[in-house]
Nanobody, 128 residues
Framework: QVQLVESGGGLVQAGGSLRLSCAAS????????MAWFRQAPGKEREFVAA????????AYGDAVKGRFTISRDNAKNTVYMQMNSLKFENTAIYYC?????????????????????WGQGTQVTVSS
């Protein structure tokens, strides 16, 4: 079992920054590839970024490349996402997810189906 708790969401003006955190407990954190997804009202859940078990390899959705950075601290069992130059269309609930068994290609495929555990989400609202 893995428990994931996101934090760091909030209201920010367009052009501003936020840093999301996802604290994990349960199974050894460094065994899991981790990812962030987001879901806006009326839209499907969208892949945002992923990071491999060791933290050396990352991947990003096209919409956030160059603006968002995913990282992890295995000693603190936490994954982060630094979000810069936020846009109104980035408004969504952001979810942290853990993949225990899938390959890296599965993790970065963009599909949410391969992930084994999810957090409850944190709301990010960007005002225009």
């Amino acid at each position: 079992q893995v428990q994931l708790v996101e934090s760091g969401g909030g209201l920010v003006q367009a052009g501003g920054s936020l840093r999301l955190s996802c604290a994990a407990s349960g199974r050894a954190f460094n065994s899991n590839a981790m990812a962030w997804f987001r879901q806006a009202p009326g839209k499907e859940r969208e892949f945002v970024a992923a990071i491999n078990r060791g933290g050396a390899v990352t991947a990003y959705g096209d919409a956030v490349k160059g603006r968002f950075t995913i990282s992890r601290d295995n000693a603190k069992n936490t994954v982060y996402m630094q979000m810069n130059s936020l846009k109104f269309e980035n408004t969504a609930i952001y979810y942290c997810a853990a993949d225990l068994y899938g390959s890296w290609s599965s993790v970065v495929s963009g599909s949410a189906r391969g992930f084994d555990y999810w957090g409850q989400g944190t709301q990010v609202t960007v005002s225009s």
